[in-house]
Each structure stands twice: as C-alpha cells, then as structure tokens.
C-alpha cells in the first residue's frame, strides 16, 4: 500500500506550521500529536460529544469530524491560545469562580463554545447559553456550574464583543 | 449539632485542580507520549458466541509499520487472567482464549507507528469463528439445559443465596397487606467522556514495567496487575493520571494495561492503547447491574412497614470478575430510612453473552432504592395514605441513632424528617398540589415526584465477601503524606490519583484548618505504585471522608516534631506551642514565635540546632483505616458495620408528561441532601447535581441495548444518549448537616447520592403525572416509546 501525504500549512494560537499529514489524518490528531497540543481532548471521534472543539477561522468546529488538510491555510485557536502565559483567562477565571468544571475533560471544548458564543451574542440568555453548551456533553457537572459560569463571564465582557481569533 | 468553630472545613474554597485543567496542561493518559512509542487498535468479535476456530494475522504483520500482533494464544503466554474478585473460577483473559463470549470482546491487538495504521493491520486479521447458541435473556440462560458460557462452570447461574435478618416470617404473617411489584432495573454504562487506557513501556533488562494509566487502585489492587502483567509487583510503576472522569468505571482496568502491556513486552517499545467510544461502549469494564427484582413488603393496616422481601435475578453478563459486590453494598441500606424489623435477600447472578457488569456510581444501591422507593409509593397507594406521610410514619427516628439496621450494618445518624420537611418546604409541595389540580383541569398531565432515600458512605470491603462462607479481605485505606519543606512550604502527598473529583483541594482545605493557613499554600502531589502507602482510592463515597481522616491523622504526627523543634528554639515545652498562619508560637505568648520558614531550615539544615537525638527532615506519613468496620458474624445473620456513614436526601422533581409523545419534560428540582459536615459546598454541589443528572440519563435516556443475537444496539453517542444541557433543568440544592460522630469533622460521603435517588425520584413523578391514567412504572429509562406504549395501554384498559 502506498500512501499519499500533504503538505499543509496552518496557523495554531498565532503560530505558524508546516506539515506533512495523510489525507485521512483527522484536525484533532493533527493538533494532539504532531503540535503536542494536548488540551484538546478526544471524546467519541464521532461527533457528538463536543469534547475536540475548536475554532477554525473564528467558528466552532469538532476537530474529530475534520481532517488536518481541510484546515490547510486556516486560523485555528484551542484552549492554550486562551491562556497563551498560563494565567486564566477571564473567561476561565468565570469557569473556575462558579464550578463550571470538575473532571476537566469536556472543559477546553466547552470554553471553546463558550468564547464564541459570547464574541457573538455578548449578553445571553440562560435558554440560549444552555442551547449553545447542548451541542457539547458533561458528564460531571450537570451543566449548571457551566451555565453559572458563563453567565459571570457574560457579566464581565470576559469575551470581547466580536473579538477576532 | 457540633459548632466546633472551622476557618476552612465549609468553605467555597476554589479548587486546587482547576488551573491545570482550564488550561489544558493537565496531564491525562492519552496525552502521554514517549520516544519510540507504538499506538495499539483492536480487533473485536463481531460475534456474541463462537468458538473461535482459526486466526491467520499474516496479512496484518506484513503491512509495514505494524510492529506486533498478538491473540488470545500470545496472552497466555504473555499474561496471567484477569485479576478476579469472585470466588466462582471464572477466568478472563484481555484477549479471548478459545472463545469469545461477547460481540465486542477483544480478539487481537496491533500495535503500529501510530493509530490509523493500527487499525488498518486489525481490519486485516483473518478470525474464523464456529457460532455458539447466544444467551440474552438471563432467565433462559440459568436454565439447566442452556449452553453454557463458561465450559467449566456446572451452569450459567453462577451465584445464587439468600441471606434473611430479623423475623421476616413473622413480619409478613402479622402484615395486613403485602405490597408487590415486579421491576426492572435494565444496564446503563458510566460513560465518562475520557475513555479507560494505558501507555506501558518494559524495560526486558531490569524486568520493570512502567504503566502511565487512568486506573484508580493502584497502591490497592496494584500487586494484582503486577500478577496479570506477568511481572514481579516490586518492579510494576503505576503513575496516577489526572483521569476525565470515572463515576465508578476505572477502579482495575485490567484489560486495557494487559493489552498495551503485551504488546510492549512483544514489540520492544512502549505502546499506548487508548480505548475508542465504541471499545467502551461494547467492551469497557463498566456496565452497571441490570435486575429483574421481584419485591414485597409487608405493611399493617396503618401503614407500617412490617417486613420486606427482595428477590433478584442480576445479569451479569460474559464474566463474573468483579464479583457480586453490588449486592453486598445493596444491603447496607435495603431497608432505607424506613424501620423495618427484618427482610430476607435473594440474589441469582446469572451469566451471559453481554459485555461483563462492572460498578457505576450507586454501586447496586442505586437500584434498590429505585425498588424500595416504587414499593413505599405503591403502598401508599394501595393503603390510601398520603406518600409522605407513609414515609413520616415508617422514618428511623432521629433520636435512634446510631441505628443498627436489620442486616447488621450501623447508620451513624440522621434526622430524615428534617430533610423532608426542608424539600417540601424548598418545593412548596402545597404550592405544587394545587397547580397540578390546575393543569390537570387543562388536560396537563403534570407530576410530582419525591423519594426519601439512603447514600450510604465509606464502604467496608466485607461487602465483596460475606456473600460467600469463607471470610476474606477487610482492608480498606487510604494514606496521605505530609512534609514541611526548608522553605517553609506544605507539601501533601496523596496515593490514588485524580479521578475527576476534588481531592486536592479537600487534601488543601484540611492542612489548612489543621494549621490556620491559606489552602492555596499547599502543594499536593501524587506518588506511583511503587511509592505509594496503601490507598484504595475514590469508589463508595469515601474519599472526602478518607482524605480528610488522613490528612488530620498527618497533622498530628508533623505537628508533634515541629512542637518538639519549635519549643527547643523557644525554650517552651512543646504542649505549650500552637501553630496559626505564619508558624508556631508559644500559648499566650505570641512574641514567642517561630514561622514556618525558619522551622523548616532548622529541621534539614541545622541538625545541631534540634533536639539531641533527632532526626533531620519534617515529614510524616499517615495511613487512616475505615473508621467503623467489623466483622461479619459466621451465620451471616449479622453483616456487621461495613457502611455505616449514612447520608440521605429528599428529591422532589415536577415533570409534565406528554401522553401522546411520552416525552418528559421536567420542570423543576428539588433536592435535600444530608452528607453530613460540608467540606466544601460549591463542589458538593458540583457532585449533586452531576449525579442528579446520570439519574435523569438513567431514569429517561440511558439504557445498554442488545438485540436477540447478542449485538450491541447503543455502540457509540448517537444511539447511548446522555442528558445534554437542554435535558436537565436548574436544578434547587439544599442541605441538612447531621454530622457523623465516627469521622473528622463528621464528614460523611456526598458522591453517589444524586445518581442513587434520582431515578426513583423521577419514576415517582412520571407515576404521578399517569396517575390520572392509571399508568404504573415499573421499568426504566422512560423513553418516549416506553411510556407512550404504557398510556395506550392503558388507554385500552379502560
């Protein structure tokens, strides 16, 4: 068997890559693997869980349901970009204050939701912050420390309106 | 109530974990990697019965970049069964021997120069298999005349006794009325969204096994990897992993570390075996008991609960290894809160072709509550007495405490009226009556749910046996280690790893109370297998209460060394000198001190600045045994305490049920829980209502289906739902605190009690929602077909 592999180019958390990647080598391995960034975490590879979000040029995607050379040329951000020193970012400082995490597995998927969502809709309601986190699961909190949390974060412009990442 | 005046012990102490986890620079078992490493995929039966007739891996050698395959005959080689906790001989290999006994058993391994490789070389293994009868339904499987699952065994039902306590006779002779119902109690899976696996590297020079994985035991049931592994115990590293939850499913994981650890020792290099959402789903170790009770209890005409009977058929699937512990934590709290003079406990375990049972949160009182619960709300009904006044009725009194329960096994205190009466109140029960006459005038079918139920706490480890004539094991510990550094700083150690709860910060919080500084200035790490003090780990609601014991008992052994250095420096003695934020000091005279930075240095660098004869360093270690266990009378007719923190709550859901759909919808919830001394509130919270939420999954969505011929139906998260953010409602939390007069602080364990009451709690509000139907729930998950079919039914019948 031969296999084909590609030449791609992406920029992860302000930082440019070059990669030789097979065609069928998902965004999530990409980033885990070959970038050593492991705060992106592997859930169910099959789309569901939400755990592998990302943003892609500015939008949510599950790096589980994408392929590294789909991301050729783009802009992506996980959750060592929120916090590029260490120290928390607002957004997660909110996480932590209100117990929007306890095994911390889900967590950098649901900060990723979270970041966008509030970029997007700055003051949400609680319908539309548990519609938004219903696209990715938790299996510790019972989702109320995460609504609580990014309710505080919404409090606190933790998320500048329309910020670009 | 104790009003032991605390700085930090109840405190919204912000957790030590957080920082690393919201970061993503925790460390979790897939995210290790080390040079050289392989990455490992395997192959899985797609049959749930079948002798296994021929492997041919030659196409899966010859793809380059595979570096080992290996079978069922390289395990026996390579590796010893599985460690086991049943007495039956039940023998398991992480890849099948001879033949498979579930569709999704692990057949053969690969490991390859990354994963997609793996996986290609395992989709080239050639498997013939001679298909076998497929068992299903266990009350066909422990028939006499059913193929057997296991040759060796005389039959499927692999365990069957009854254990009976107090005079059940004469209780059900004297009872105007017996209450029965047949339930149904089917198998749900933990699911945590971090899958079971493991890295292992062996070093074939010094004969040591180095096992990265999100295993719990590891300074408990570590030895007994080693056995499986091949290896000699002293030279087994297992490194405690930040683990992404467990709820109960990763106490051993034998299975996942024999696989990676095989295919090391085969392919030279450390392998990483990670499990796959489909892995475990299918072929995980942790699929929750799943029960066919037949229940009676005998009441008097006033509603006294006169006695009870339990009968139960578990099917416990293709193995047997983790033993029928889940009944034996059942009878720790069978009888509830209720007073009930004496019940008896059947239990058949029955073998067959599905992934084997494990334990998940509840731990097999999750679903004798759900009996218990159904049969108190039947009684009512049938005696016409209001649900919670039966319950008032039959309560252990407050003043009854510590209350021996008929089993033996001793609930240490509680005041269930109090936490009622604060659910009610929280609920506005009136309030609620009064808008379901209204919605019901609507043509709503709005339900009010409650259930006042037991959750049990700090587990002995006799419930694994006493089941069995023989007596067994009663070790159940939990260590911490605790130093202070030449600069000054706490450091605690601890011997089970993080497992997706709140360790740390419970370990921070009591060096803190223990010596008046701040929980932030405490470091706590984590030592391997090889390091480690006897610890058995998070599991039964015991870590907070461990942790705690552990670290106090730590406290006082460092604190008596530092006294000792603290007066020779003051020239006090050292039952004078008392410890606060910045160090030690004399009683009374607070000029007379010593801080904690100088403290330190004196004892590792300035040995001739000590006490004559003392040693260098300022450490101690302590190992805290379960505060109340005791044996189990030979006749079994006394369990003995084995569980005997004895916490409680009062759930009341409201739902609104749509009769044409059968969607649920809930409403509101109300939840009253009594774990006794809150350490900690917001993460008790945190735990409440995560385990409320597995409730909802188990009483509405979650259910491990299997057709006629042994497939798994629910093998990936479209198909074994989990309750998502727009499932639960906001949920409203309270406490009663009844302290524990047996433990630290009178902590008592809050980790299962959401997930132990909830289904009842909710089964109790769909019922009532029905009522006007008459629809009876005698079977979970609700789904909307389960119930749309009941209120046809029903519909029918009238």
């Not at chain 2, 056995?227 to 106490?251: N, Q, R």
């Not at chain 2, 060096?511 to 599991?539: N, Q, R």
Request: hydrophobic share 40%; with cysteine; aromatic share 8%.
């Amino acid at each position: 068997m031969t296999r084909s592999i590609s030449l791609i180019g992406l920029t992860v958390n302000g930082v440019r890559h070059e990669l030789a990647v097979e065609p069928r080598r998902l965004l999530v391995d990409c980033l885990r693997d070959d970038l050593g960034l492991t705060g992106t975490h592997i859930g169910c590879e099959h789309g569901v869980c939400g755990t592998c979000t990302v943003l892609v040029d500015g939008a949510s995607v599950r790096s589980c349901l994408m392929l590294a050379v789909q991301a050729d040329g783009a802009t992506v951000t996980t959750v060592e970009g929120l916090a590029p020193d260490g120290a928390l970012h607002p957004l997660q400082q909110a996480f932590r204050e209100a117990q929007g995490l306890q095994c911390g597995f889900c967590t950098p998927g649901m900060l990723m939701l979270a970041w966008e969502l509030l970029r997007d809709h700055p003051a949400p309601s609680e319908a539309e912050i548990r519609e938004a986190i219903s696209a990715n699961l938790c299996r510790c909190t019972g989702y109320q420390g995460i609504v609580d949390a990014i309710q505080l974060a919404a409090e606190r412009h933790a998320v500048p309106a329309g910020a670009a990442r | 109530m104790a009003t032991t005046p605390r700085t930090w012990i109840g405190k919204d102490v912000q957790r030590l974990e957080d920082p690393r986890l919201l970061t993503g620079r925790a460390t979790y078992t897939d995210d290790v990697k080390l040079p050289g490493m392989a990455y490992a995929a395997v192959l899985r039966s797609p049959q749930a019965h079948a002798r296994i007739v021929r492997i041919d891996t030659s196409r899966a050698r010859a793809l380059p970049g595979v570096f080992a395959v290996i079978t069922g005959d390289d395990a026996r080689e390579l590796s010893n069964p599985l460690p086991a906790f049943c007495a039956e001989p039940v023998v398991e290999y992480a890849l099948a021997v001879d033949k498979v006994r579930y569709a999704g058993e692990a057949v053969a391994a690969v490991a390859a120069v990354d994963r997609y490789t793996a996986e290609d070389a395992a989709g080239l293994i050639d498997v013939e298999y001679a298909p076998l009868p497929v068992l299903t339904d266990p009350m066909e499987a422990m028939k006499p005349e059913a193929t057997k699952v296991h040759d060796n065994l005389p039959s499927n039902l692999v365990f069957e006794k009854t254990l009976s306590f107090g005079d059940v006779a004469g209780g059900f002779a004297s009872a105007d009325r017996v209450i029965r119902r047949r339930l149904r109690w089917h198998r749900a899976s933990a699911q945590p969204l971090e899958t079971a696996g493991a890295v292992c590297s062996y070093n074939p020079a010094s004969g040591r096994m180095d096992v990265w994985s999100n295993t719990n035991m590891i300074n408990y049931v570590g030895w007994l990897v080693a056995g499986t592994l091949k290896v000699a115990a002293s030279k087994l590293s297992i490194k405690p992993m930040d683990v992404g939850g467990s709820f109960g499913s990763k106490h051993v994981l034998g299975k996942v570390i024999a696989i990676a650890g095989m295919l090391a020792r085969r392919s030279g290099r450390a392998v990483k075996f990670m499990e796959d959402r489909v892995d475990n789903l299918t072929a995980c170790e942790n699929l929750a008991c799943d029960r066919i009770y037949d229940v009676e209890l005998a009441v008097g005409a006033d509603g006294d609960f006169k006695g009870l009977r339990i009968k139960v058929v578990d099917d416990y699937g293709a193995y047997f290894q983790f033993g029928h512990g889940t009944h034996g934590n059942a009878l720790a709290q069978a009888t509830g809160p209720y007073r009930i003079p004496g019940f008896e406990y059947t239990v058949q375990c029955v073998l067959t072709n599905k992934c084997q049972q494990g334990v998940f949160r509840g731990a097999g009182s999750d679903a004798n509550n759900f009996a218990l619960e159904r049969l108190v709300d039947a009684a009512a009904q049938e005696l016409g007495i209001d649900r919670v006044e039966i319950r008032r009725r039959n309560f252990i009194r407050p003043d009854a405490f510590p209350f021996k329960m008929p089993a033996g096994n001793i609930y240490d205190s509680g005041d269930y009226p109090k936490v009622l009466d604060q659910a009610l109140t929280m609920a506005g029960w009136n309030e609620l009556r009064k808008m379901q006459a209204e919605a019901r005038a609507q043509g709503r079918l709005v339900g009010i749910g409650l259930a006042t139920a037991q959750q049990r706490s700090v587990y002995g480890p006799t419930e694994f046996w006493f089941w069995y004539d023989a007596p067994g094991l009663t070790s159940v510990p939990e260590s911490v280690g605790l130093s202070l550094g030449p600069t000054g700083e706490f450091i605690a150690t601890m011997f089970s790893p993080f497992w997706g709860n709140s360790p740390e910060t419970v370990v921070a919080q009591s060096v803190a109370e223990e010596f008046g500084i701040d929980p932030g200035a405490v470091t706590v790490t984590y030592e391997d297998s090889l390091h480690g003090l006897p610890s058995a780990g998070p599991g039964g609601s015991r870590m907070t209460v461990m942790l705690t014991g552990a670290v106090v008992g730590a406290c006082r052994k460092l604190k008596e060394k530092m006294s000792r250095i603290a007066a020779h420096l003051l020239e006090a003695a050292p039952e004078d000198i008392v410890f606060g934020a910045g160090g030690a000091s004399v009683r009374g005279v607070p000029d007379k001190a010593v801080g904690y930075d100088a403290l330190g240095l004196k004892a590792y660098w300035f040995k001739l600045d000590l006490p004559a004869g003392m040693e260098s360093g300022l450490e101690a270690r302590h190992t805290y045994d379960h505060p109340y266990l005791t044996m189990p009378s030979a006749d079994r007719k006394d369990l003995g305490a084995f569980y005997p923190m004895m916490g409680h709550g009062a759930h009341v859901p409201v739902v609104e049920v749509n009769p044409e759909t059968g969607q649920v919808r809930i409403l509101r919830y109300v939840a009253v829980h009594d774990v006794g001394t809150v350490v900690n509130p917001k993460s008790l919270r945190g735990q409440i209502t995560g385990g409320i939420t597995q409730g909802i999954g188990m009483a509405l969505y979650e259910q491990c289906l299997y057709d006629a011929d042994g497939q798994p139906l629910t093998a990936s998260f479209m198909d074994y739902l989990l309750p998502t953010a727009q499932e639960v409602p906001r949920f409203e939390i309270g406490h009663v605190e009844t302290p524990s007069p047996f433990t630290e602080y009178g902590v008592k364990g809050g980790g299962e009690g959401g997930r132990m009451i909830a289904p009842a709690a909710l089964a109790s509000a769909v019922e009532d929602a029905l009522a006007p139907l008459g629809v009876t729930i005698d079977e979970l998950p609700m789904t909307p077909e389960r119930l749309a079919t009941l209120v046809e039914a029903a519909r029918a019948r009238r």
